[in-house]
Each structure stands twice: as structure tokens, then as C-alpha cells.
């Protein structure tokens, strides 16, 4: 029986790991004295009951899929890209920057800002990749430090020079907006925008540039084995550098989303927004593949936004969803566990 | 206002805000000086500031009144403990990802305080709590000139604690035999194999020991510094742990030197509008200073930091 080896159990793992993390969701539901399938009817309605949840659902997962990608090109790479948090706030930042201050016709201002904020994530990802590449400081750390300094900055920027009454910034020009009165409408009045687009065209970038270029080659063998690509002569120093550019890039556009679609301007953050670690997995469970982050964006973006009519309807805290994903991460995480599991039941006992 | 009198406004208050940090430095410098990266630090801190809220206002509806603090940390101690569980159980036998399994400590700490917060209390917070940890003066240390005023006056106990608890972990590490097969788990875990060390086993002692650590740091947190528990409580407290620890490079006293400094920036951003000099700067450059230096250090600009050898690797027998 090899039939559990290979592609089966890629799709396994996540799948095994989003029921056990539901399932352990239900127990710890149980225990608390709330009714699990009562709760989990209403999750599922919070999805896809109407056109409103339904629009709102995949709102909520076009930062998530952009976020997935950044931390998924990174680890193509070798590297654990925690950083996205950051990027993601300084590309909001940037984009709503662009999107105040220049005045252009749609066709260009609106690229323009999307691009301006991949450019600003792109440069705070340099920083981590640089120190990387040439001090061979772990990025882990340098990306979580990097965090709290674009949070801080950010916050401190829009209250020197962009504050706005209510602690954030103007709105930013319809020009430069990826809102769309069409989406809404067909959404009973979600906030749907066309950024669903922007998430949808990244994933492909990410696989054509992985997938079919020589570039993409590079950065998949560095990731593999950096030694092994240093001896077949490629430069692994531009290639740490460069995959934290384009990840830092994915995430700043994921900041777009929320500055150009979902809000419009950029408030002062007091916490992090979140989308940068749930980014870490999105990408996990998506097995950084494209195909693979599109759908676990769109599951966790789902029980974010089921676990609001969860709460309303079913009286469950909306935090439970916060418990599942963190569960469905150890179980992804652990998938040696579930290979070890499918072989003992497979091979009948025999190792 | 002279020299003396900042000292006397940023000092006591550096030393309030930095023992929280030293604590979880501390169960840090434990987890990763045996070879696990441990990411989760802020989680565990969190879980722990809610255990800490809980119980501690539960203490005062059983009648312990001053004592609530105390005996909350003691549940905080063994509740971290028990929640790094998870976190060494994935990365040392499922030979998880340790940072992606420390990530995930985090979430689940998030979800589960203020779950249980909602359940327990049907509110996002939990009670304010009256007995807090309260201040004092250490007798005949307090009458030394100066240095009773700044340090021994006006001092929470908690800060005691946690300076000696420092020397403790440092004495573990240092000078015992289960110290010197801790550093060599995180070392060369193979060579420690070989010498007849069992590595899981120091490691699972190591991981467990850390969340003790940074549990009681959030506990004394809550007891000195917040009062109560809500989401928002420990945000960032944690990773700023993470930094101390390494900006004191993965040694005891050294994160506790680095949590003390940070402590002194955190203070600064706060009391920073009662100082003429540091008027003029804006907050925002005292609040990103300990993650920048914290940056510098690994660069090697601040002395070169270098993690513990086997950091970040599972262990498996037999592999080359």
C-alpha cells in the first residue's frame, strides 16, 4: 500500500487537519456547555447563507490569500517569512499615501497605488533578506523585530503628517479605489471589492514565477539546499534577497487590500491586524501552492466571518475560530503524526 | 529639575515594567539554550497574565486577600507549564517546525484566554483586581543614599523576585549537571546522545521549565502592571521577551541586563513628557529602539549574538 506516499497525502494532511481541528473545535465546545452542531450550523450559515456573508467571506480572504502567498514564496525559498504583519502595514500605508495625494485617471492611479504598496513591503522585506544574505542573521527574528518598527512607524507617521479626526487618515481618492458598487450589489451590500482580483492574479504570478521561469528555478533550489546551489554557481545571497522582495511585495499588496477595498484610509493601529499571521497558515495548510493558499484563504477567511453570525447566533464566542485554526497549525505542523497514523492503519500494525 | 530627580522618575519605573520581561527571557533562554525555538514565548506570556487575572480575583472571593497575587502566580507557574505541553510535544516528538508550532502556541493562547475570559466572566476582560502587588520600601536598604531611593524605595516585590530568579536560572545553567546537559542538548544533541544524555527528555524538561517561566511573567504583569486580563493585555510583551533574549545572547544575566534596558525605553516612552531633554522626541523613536537594537546586536554591530548550535532542529536518532 504506497498509495498514502506522494500526492495523496499532500491533500491529506490538510484535509485530516481541518476535520481534527473542527473535531477538537466541538470537544472543547462540549466541555464549555455549548450545543457544537447548533454552533457549527450557524458557522456554515455565516459563509454561504446569504449573498452578504458570501461576499464578505471571500472580502475577507483576498488580504489572506496575498498574505499566504508572501509567507509561501519565502519558504520556496528557505526562508520563514513572520514579517508579513509589517509589510502588510507599510504597504497599507503607502498605497493610501499614493492613493490621497496624486490625482491621476483611474487606469494609472489605481495600479499605481497597488504597486506602491508592494514596492513599500517589498523594501522592509529587503532589510531582513540583506541581513540574511550577507550577516547570516536568522530572518525569523529580524522579520518579528521588524514588525513592531513598522507598526510603531506607521502609527507615528499618520499622526505627525496624515492624522484625520478619528485616528486615521483621509479617505483616499475614488480614483485610486478598488471598491465597486457592482460587487456590492450583487452582495446584498457586503464590502466586496475588486480586490478578489488583485489576490487572484498574485497567486498566479507567484506560480509562473516559481514554476516557468529561470528565476523561480533559482530561488526553488536555494530553498532545497543552499550548498548545493552555491556549488552549481548560483548566487544564493541575491536569491535570499530577492525572494524576501517579492514576498515582502505580495504582502504590501495585501496591505492594498484593506487601504484601496475593505476601508478606504488607514486608521492608527493600537495591535496588529492579524492578516500577516494568519498568513503563516494560510500558507501552511495551502501547502505553498497557489491553488492550494486560494482555497485555505477562503476557509479561514470563512470562519472568520461565520464566526460572527457563530457568536450572534449560536451564543459561542467568536474566539473558537481562533482555537480551530490554532489547532488545524499544530496538526499541519505535526503531519508526522498523520503519516504515522495513515501507516499504522495501512500497513495493518507493521511499521 | 536636576539630573537625580529623572533618574528617580525612570529607574523605579524601568524595574516595574522590565520584571515581566526578565521572567519570560528567562523560560526563553531555557527552551532555546536545549535547542528548541520558542516563538511562543508571547503565548505563553498571554496565557499566563489570564491565568493570573483569574485567579488572583478568585483569591480575593476566597478570603486570601493579600495572598491572592501570590497564590496566582503559583497557578500561573504550573498553567504556562503545562501550556508549553502542546509546543514541546510538537516539536520535539512530531518533529514539527518549532517556529511554526511556536506560532501556532500563540493563536491558540489568543483564542483560549479570551474564550474561557468570555465564558467565565460573559465579558471581554475579566474583574479588576484590588489586591494587587503592592509597593514598599525594602527596610535598611531604602536608607542607603541614592542608590536606597532609586532601587530599594517605592519597589515592587515582584522585581525582587524576578532579579533572583535570574541568578536561580543562571545557577541551573551554569553550574549544575542538568545545566551542562541542557546546553549541550542545544548544542550538539548527537555528541550529547552519544555521552549517554537523554536529549528528549532534557529537552522536554528544558520547553516545560521556560513556560513556567514566562507563565509567572505574565501573571506578575497582570498583578503590577495591568490589573486585569483582555485581549489586549500582552501585546508584544512577549516578543519583546524574545528580544531581550537575545540581545542579552541567550545568557541569563544578559537577558536580564537587556529586559532591565528595554524596561528603561518602555519607561522612557512613558514618562518621557515629564523630562526636558527627551521632550522633543517623538515616542515613536523610544518605542522601536529595543527592536532596533535588538536588530543591531544580530547584525554583529552591538556584539555578535549567535544562537545555541542545534536551535530550530529537531532531534532524530541516527541522522547524519
Known amino acids: 500500500m504506497n498509495l498514502i506516499k506522494g500526492r495523496l497525502f499532500h491533500i491529506l494532511v490538510p484535509v485530516v487537519s481541518v476535520l481534527l481541528g473542527l473535531l477538537i473545535g466541538g470537544i472543547i465546545m462540549l466541555v464549555s456547555n455549548y450545543n457544537p452542531i447548533s454552533a457549527y450550523a ?41 514579517g508579513v504583519e509589517g509589510q502588510l502595514l507599510v504597504g497599507w500605508l503607502a498605497s493610501v499615501y499614493v492613493g490621497i495625494h496624486f490625482d491621476l485617471p483611474k487606469v494609472i492611479h489605481l495600479p499605481f497605488a497597488i504597486l506602491a504598496g508592494a514596492a513599500a513591503g517589498a523594501l522592509w522585506g529587503v532589510i531582513p533578506g540583506f541581513l540574511k544574505a550577507k550577516f547570516k542573521v536568522h530572518e525569523v527574528i529580524t522579520t518579528i523585530m521588524m514588525n513592531y518598527i513598522a507598526l510603531y512607524t506607521t502609527n507615528g507617521i499618520i499622526r505627525a503628517y496624515m492624522l484625520a479626526p478619528g485616528e486615521r487618515t483621509k479617505d483616499i481618492k475614488e480614483s485610486a479605489s478598488l471598491a465597486s458598487p457592482w460587487l456590492q450589489q450583487l452582495t446584498e451590500f457586503s464590502r466586496l471589492h475588486y480586490g478578489i482580483v488583485v489576490a487572484i492574479l498574485a497567486a498566479v504570478i507567484m506560480w509562473f514565477i516559481l514554476w516557468k521561469t529561470t528565476t523561480g528555478y533559482e530561488l526553488r533550489a536555494v530553498g532545497f539546499n543552499q550548498h548545493a546551489s552555491q556549488y552549481a554557481g548560483i548566487n544564493v545571497s541575491k536569491n535570499i534577497v530577492l525572494a524576501m522582495a517579492i514576498s515582502g511585495a505580495f504582502a504590501g499588496a495585501a496591505g492594498t487590500m484593506e487601504g484601496l477595498g475593505t476601508y478606504q484610509y488607514m486608521t492608527i493601529n493600537n495591535a496588529f491586524t492579524g492578516v500577516g499571521f494568519d498568513g503563516i497558515a494560510v500558507s501552511l495548510l495551502g501547502a505553498n501552492g497557489s491553488v492550494g493558499i486560494i482555497i485555505a484563504a477562503l476557509l479561514f477567511g470563512g470562519l472568520k466571518i461565520g464566526s460572527l453570525t457563530m457568536q450572534s447566533a449560536a451564543g459561542v464566542p467568536t474566539e473558537l475560530v481562533g482555537i480551530v485554526i490554532a489547532l488545524i497549525i499544530f496538526f499541519v505542523a505535526s503531519s508526522y503524526l498523520i503519516r504515522w497514523l495513515t501507516n499504522r492503519f495501512t500497513k495493518g500494525g507493521k511499521i | 529639575m536636576d539630573f537625580f530627580q529623572i533618574l528617580a522618575l525612570i529607574v523605579p ?41 483569574v485567579f488572583t480575583h478568585y483569591g480575593e472571593q476566597w478570603g486570601l486577600g493579600g495572598g491572592s497575587p501570590w497564590m496566582s502566580f503559583v497557578v500561573a507557574i504550573v498553567a504556562g507549564a ?53 509597593k514598599g520600601d525594602v527596610p535598611v536598604l531604602s536608607k542607603i543614599p541614592v542608590i536606597g531611593d532609586l532601587f530599594f524605595s517605592n519597589a515592587y516585590s515582584t522585581s525582587f523576585v524576578a532579579v533572583f530568579l535570574a541568578f536561580v536560572v543562571w545557577y541551573i545553567i551554569y553550574k549544575t549537571p542538568f545545566g551542562l546537559r541542557l546546553r549541550s542538548v542545544g548544542e550538539h544533541p548527537m555528541a550529547a546522545d552519544t555521552m549517554g544524555i537523554n536529549v528528549i527528555k532534557t529537552r522536554y524538561i528544558s520547553v516545560i521549565m521556560g513556560g513556567a517561566f514566562a507563565g509567572l511573567g505574565g501573571a506578575i504583569y497582570v498583578a ?27 545568557h541569563p544575566l544578559g537577558a536580564m541586563g537587556a529586559a532591565l534596558f528595554f524596561g528603561l525605553a518602555q519607561s522612557l516612552s512613558i514618562t518621557g513628557e515629564q523630562i526636558p531633554l527627551l521632550k522633543d522626541i517623538p ?38
Request: hydrophobic share 55%.
Open chain 1, 42 to 82: 450557524a458557522l456554515i450559515d455565516g459563509i454561504f447563507g446569504n449573498g452578504y456573508n458570501l461576499g464578505e467571506t471571500i472580502r475577507a480572504a483576498s488580504p489572506l490569500i496575498l498574505s499566504g502567498l508572501a509567507v509561501a514564496f519565502a519558504f520556496r525559498t528557505g526562508l520563514f517569512n513572520i
Open chain 2, 13 to 53: 519605573a524601568a524595574i516595574v515594567s522590565a520584571a515581566p520581561l526578565i521572567l519570560t527571557a528567562l523560560g526563553g533562554v531555557l527552551s532555546e539554550r536545549s535547542g528548541v525555538v520558542n516563538i511562543g514565548l508571547e503565548g505563553l506570556m498571554m496565557f499566563g497574565a489570564f491565568i493570573g487575572a
Open chain 2, 82 to 134: 503545562l501550556f508549553a505541553v502542546p509546543h514541546a510535544v510538537a516539536s520535539i516528538s512530531l518533529k514539527a517546525d518549532q517556529v511554526v508550532s511556536g506560532v501556532a502556541l500563540n493563536f491558540l493562547a489568543a483564542g483560549l484566554s479570551i474564550f474561557l475570559t468570555k465564558k467565565l466572566f460573559g465579558a471581554g476582560q475579566t474583574p479588576d483586581i484590588q489586591e494587587r502587588i503592592g
Open chain 2, 224 to 250: 503590577s502592571i495591568a490589573g486585569n486580563f483582555t485581549g489586549s493585555t500582552i501585546s508584544g510583551q512577549g516578543f519583546m521577551a524574545l528580544a531581550a533574549m537575545i540581545f542579552g545572547k541567550w
Open chain 2, 283 to 320: 515616542d515613536v523613536y523610544l518605542l522601536i529602539l529595543p527592536y532596533v537594537l535588538t536588530i543591531l546586536a544580530l547584525a554583529g554591530f552591538v556584539g555578535r549574538a549567535d544562537a545555541p548550535k542545534a536551535s530550530g532542529q529537531p532531534y532524530e536518532k541516527g541522522k547524519r
